[in-house]
């Protein structure tokens, strides 16, 4: 069978265009830095205090953003400082002085010092977050507050869970 040379041409003009099919991975591998760059930059806004499942946060409205500070964290049982166990929430109960004492030397303890060195006469400026279940009693609450303050840290924060709008006054009171 004889073909046309209007086919043979066809045909040279195919094989001569068949390259193989490529994939140009320079393109892809630019989107995916500029996105890797893109989530770098804004999830560093976020501070994640660290929770356990043994403490319910209250709820707030407040609009301010936590701060990387020392963690003071009450359970329903213990007290701990940065994640160690300091003493139980029974002790602070029973404790007939308003400072308590391991809390105050494990605050003191260099391990525990703030991310960015703290000078003694800047004690306004250490910080500390209180992540306290919400159904820990005031008094209990009063004797760490206390504590933490003789401990030379100037700036207290108690952790809460934002929630989505604010609650008018005739509603709470219904509460």
Known sequence: MRLSNRARRMIVHQERNRAGVSLNLIPMIDILSVM?????????????????????????????????????????????VQGTPVMTVEQVRQSGTVILKPLKD?????????????????????ELTIMGDKAIPYEVLKKIMATCTDANFGRLSLAVLQKEKAVSIAQAGAQ
């Open 36 to 80: 890797v760059a893109f989530l770098l930059v804004y999830s560093t806004e976020v501070e994640v205090l660290q929770n356990t499942k043994a403490i319910e946060i209250p709820e707030s409205i407040s609009d301010e953003r936590p701060r990387e500070t020392v963690v003071v964290m009450v359970t329903r049982d213990e007290l701990l």
């Open 106 to 126: 494990a605050l003191e303890r260099p391990t525990v010092a703030m991310p960015k060195a703290v000078l003694a006469r800047d004690i306004e400026s250490r």
